[in-house]
Nanobody
């Protein structure tokens, strides 16, 4: 089965930067759109950023040009560079592919606080 291992989260102050990484095993990401999601307690998981097989990128409206998603098909990894983080970005971040492949990884916690 496909497995997703997210890392790179932590506690940062508003305005700082953070880079999240996702290592995928069990299948190649080459033929799939890859997606970063996030979830806060009591809320549904929401899409943060997507990157197509051709490299086209789509972001949630709340991103406002602050994040950058990238992929490395040879390394089977997906990254999310976060710049100018805000308190509202506090969440557990997950990666997955489209169509979805279960199970979800453990996610990586991002906490933005002064």
């Amino acid at each position: 089965q496909v497995q997703f291992v997210e890392s790179g989260g932590g506690l940062v102050q508003p305005g700082q930067s953070l880079k999240l990484n996702c290592v995928v095993s069990g299948d190649s990401i080459r033929g799939y759109e890859m997606v970063w999601y996030r979830q806060t307690p009591g809320n549904l998981r929401e899409s943060v950023a997507r990157i197509s097989t051709g490299g086209d990128r789509t972001y949630g409206d709340f991103v406002k040009n602050r994040f950058h998603i990238s992929r490395d098909n040879d390394e089977n990894t997906v990254s999310l560079q976060m710049v100018g983080v805000e308190v509202q970005d506090t969440a557990v971040y997950y990666c997955n592919r489209s169509p979805f492949a279960g199970p979800w990884g453990q996610g990586t916690q991002v906490t933005v606080s002064s």
